[in-house]
């Protein structure tokens, strides 16, 4: 992942988000506080990384009660949303594109899919799942006008490279990359590539590792 310009690491952002989501589920539940060790124990790591992570980002409340669960999705709200809400297109509406798309919207965060993007007949001029989809043709006019910043990419591995240029042309500042070619972009662009056949590969060596173990 590009280089982040703010001092909070990148495993702590992540953190917030998970913690964030937990935090919302919880408020739905009339949970109103919620203790370091019970959200630590949730996200599988300790209630001493939970209170170091809410340190960094200069958060402190009364833990006698636990933390007050509204202030402190108030708090993380804060430090990872932007002041206003950011448009975000889909670049390839297969059904992994699709799938993204109805996962995504609807979450009540201030992110938003506004548009896809495809180069099938079957899908473009259409609207698919409440979202227009575009010609690839029209990317960087379609980009202007609907103020669109981060890109989902879930095109085919062989089409995603050909994607790069018009990226960077367009001035999109964020690239999230669901395929398992790594692409890369200049200095300015958050990129981050979620490879899912490397990260099953990964859970599938530790499951092979833990059996081993257990077998011995």
């Known amino acids: ?73 108030e708090y993380i709200s804060r430090i990872l949303d932007s002041p206003s809400p950011m ?22 965060l201030k992110l938003k899919i506004t548009a896809a993007f495809d180069v099938d007949p079957e899908k473009v001029g259409k609207t698919i799942d409440g979202i227009p989809c575009y010609h690839m043709d029209t990317f960087e006019e379609v980009v202007e006008d609907k103020d669109i910043s981060i890109v989902i990419v879930s095109s085919p591995t062989k089409v995603a490279p050909t994607l790069v240029l018009p990226i960077i042309n367009a001035g999109i500042k964020g690239v999230l990359n669901f395929t398992s070619t790594p692409l890369n972009f200049p200095q300015g662009i958050i990129v981050e590539n979620y490879d899912i056949t490397t990260l099953l590969e ?15």
């Open 1 to 73: 992942m590009a280089t982040l310009t703010n001092t909070i690491p990148e495993k702590t952002i992540e953190r917030l988000s998970e913690y964030r989501r937990t935090l919302l589920a919880s408020h739905k539940q009339g949970i109103t506080h919620i203790f370091s060790h019970v959200l630590a124990g949730i996200h599988g790591i300790t209630a001493v990384q939970v209170r170091r992570d809410l340190m960094l980002i200069g958060f402190s409340s009364d833990t006698k009660k636990g933390y007050d669960v509204q202030v402190l999705i």
């Open 87 to 108: 448009n975000i297109a889909v670049l390839g509406m297969g059904h992994l594109g699709q799938a993204i798309t109805k996962y995504f919207n609807g979450k009540g």
């Open 202 to 216: 990964k859970v599938a060596y530790f499951v092979k590792e833990n059996e081993e173990i257990s077998n011995a």
